[in-house]
């Protein structure tokens, strides 16, 4: 059977052998299993962006290269999207239960050992793992909620569940920035332990299993080969690339693997009886354009928010918990604007809050653009705030504009393509932008260097200058007089500041293409039964 075969089976199911049985007591009670699910899936949201805010300490405790810390939050990031799609087809097989609990075991487990590890190579390793068990929470989730809540309520209970990712992500920073600078690193990921064990014991009590229908019984163990493999020759080329050139050949040669991996990828799901990615759901234009605003938006949030913690930590010279203040707008406009967004969505539909939330983002964007080393505390609010306000939208519609134009049977699998596409987005993001900081530095450092009349270095010191310049951090050496120390303090963070103002630009390009994007979209046939995964 081939995946055109399955969309087209899965639409002509009825979709009364969708619909939730009724719950008696504790277990199976929608809103209660709202609640266990919501616990862990904010657990994996939250450390999607936590992290960021201990970047800094990470690096410094650690001895860590820009390189590095890109892959702290790549390899997480990676591991979760290329994991979702398969992680939501063995909970098909083996119940969402069982899978929900495995990856909140799994992901306590892995922040637990992060915590203990004393190298940035085991702290990358385990957030990788982290990142596989996180695949498994996702998924299962939004499965657990078709399978417990009627229809006419299914579509709040994923609008709460998309405001909690949304609360989540953007207010990382501000738990991470107590936690960093009142305790350690280190408690940014061992505050998952105890927040594992609640999120299990209520599991154990409430989550009732279920099982699809129509389970599949194979799994397509090439298709993930190939698409986990392109995903990493891609990444790989991205965060490279500054290092290498973009014209070396090692760089063109992974981004060429890249494009025949992904191209042999699509090729293979034709052929597989039951794909990875059943390619006949992207024969609706909104489900693909739904899709690819979902990577955009990402790209643009996740990747920004990389560079602005450390441009308020390393530059403003501010403390863990003040730059996680600062950012108080952003999480705010994102909690406030949330409900509303959903309210918008159901009333209107998704084309207008989309457009206009993507517009919203990318005035932000460019506004930050402009962000300079002496910039007061309101202007910044100015722009984060209007970022949380353009990016609720995003995050609240995307279920309805993937799931709903999805067959109601294989809406698990656009369920693992809404938070693929996230997380994907965010890694490109942290890479591409990464790599426009990089070459940025790279190009103004020599110039900017001499003009500060600072006495003349060789090319191996400037190279060496650029990492910790990168990070808004001057390279001062000990012993340095206090006149040439505080030239170098300005250089540092001016070229910096240079950087991150390019890549803000680049960031605000990419928030007006998904603008354009989001003019595809529209409400799916199946949005009115409800967005669901799994088949029940």
């Not at 960021?52 to 390189?67: F, K, R, T, V």
């Not at 990712?165 to 690193?185: D, M, N, Q």
Request: with cysteine; charged share 10%.
């Amino acid at each position: 059977m081939n995946s055109q075969t399955t969309v087209e089976k899965a639409s002509r199911e009825p979709e009364d052998s969708l619909a939730p049985a009724p719950a008696k007591g504790l277990r199976g009670h929608p809103w209660l299993t709202l609640f266990a699910v919501a616990i862990g899936v904010m657990m994996v949201a939250l450390d999607g962006t936590i992290v960021a805010i201990a970047n800094p300490a990470i690096q410094q405790d650690l001895g860590a290269s820009l390189a590095d810390v890109q892959w702290i939050t790549n390899g997480y990031m990676l591991a979760l999207a290329v994991s979702l799609i398969t992680a939501g087809k063995l909970g098909d097989r083996f119940g969402h239960r069982q899978t929900f609990l495995i990856g909140v075991v799994g992901f306590a487990a892995a922040s637990g050992a992060i915590g203990l590890s004393d190298s940035v190579t085991l702290v990358i390793v385990f957030r990788v793992l982290q990142g596989l068990f996180g695949a498994l929470l996702m998924p299962a989730a939004l499965g657990l909620l078709r399978a417990t809540f009627p229809a006419e309520k299914l579509n709040m209970a994923i609008g709460i569940w998309g405001m909690v990712i949304g609360a989540s992500t953007a207010g990382g920073p501000i738990l991470g920035g107590v936690l960093v600078e009142h305790v350690s690193w280190q408690s940014v990921f061992f505050i998952n332990v105890p927040v594992g064990v609640v999120a299990l014991l209520l599991g154990l009590v409430i989550l009732r299993d279920h099982r699809a229908e129509n389970a599949p019984r194979s799994f397509d163990i090439g298709g993930i080969v190939l698409l986990s493999q392109a995903m990493f020759c891609l990444i790989w080329a991205l965060i490279k690339g500054a290092e290498w050139g973009w014209g070396d050949y090692k760089t063109l040669g992974f981004l060429g693997a890249a494009l025949v991996l992904f191209v042999v990828f699509a090729l293979s799901q034709k052929n597989v009886r039951e794909p990875l990615i059943p390619l006949a759901m992207f024969k609706s234009v909104p489900l693909s354009a739904g899709v690819v605003l979902m990577v955009l938006m990402a790209f643009a949030f996740l990747g920004g928010l990389f560079f602005v913690t450390f441009y308020l930590q390393n530059v403003h010279g501010m403390s863990p918990v003040d730059s996680g203040l600062h950012l108080l707008p952003l999480t705010a406009m994102m909690i406030v604007a949330s409900p509303l967004a959903g309210v918008l969505i159901t009333r209107f539909g998704p084309r207008v809050p989309l457009v206009g939330g993507m517009v919203c983002t990318a005035v932000a964007m460019f506004g930050m653009s402009q962000l300079s080393v002496t910039t007061g505390t309101l202007t910044m609010s100015v722009w984060f705030g209007l970022l949380g306000l353009g990016l609720a939208p995003v995050m609240v519609g995307a279920t309805e504009v993937i799931v709903g134009n999805a067959p109601m049977e294989l809406s698990g699998v656009a369920g693992g393509l809404q938070q693929a596409g996230m997380q994907i987005g965010g890694s490109l993001g942290t890479a591409v932008l990464g790599a426009v900081m990089a070459s940025s530095v790279d190009n103004q450092l020599a110039g900017n260097w001499s003009a500060a009349g600072l006495p003349e270095v060789s090319d191996a010191q400037l190279e060496q200058s650029s990492s910790a310049i990168e990070v808004g951090m001057p390279p001062i050496a000990p012993g340095t007089p206090p006149e040439i120390a505080a030239k170098i303090t300005q250089v540092a963070q001016d070229t910096f500041v240079s950087g991150m103002g390019t890549a803000f630009t680049v960031a605000g390009v990419v928030a007006v293409f998904a603008a354009l994007v989001a003019l595809l979209t529209k409400r799916g046939a199946n949005a009115e039964a409800g967005a669901g995964v799994g088949h029940i």
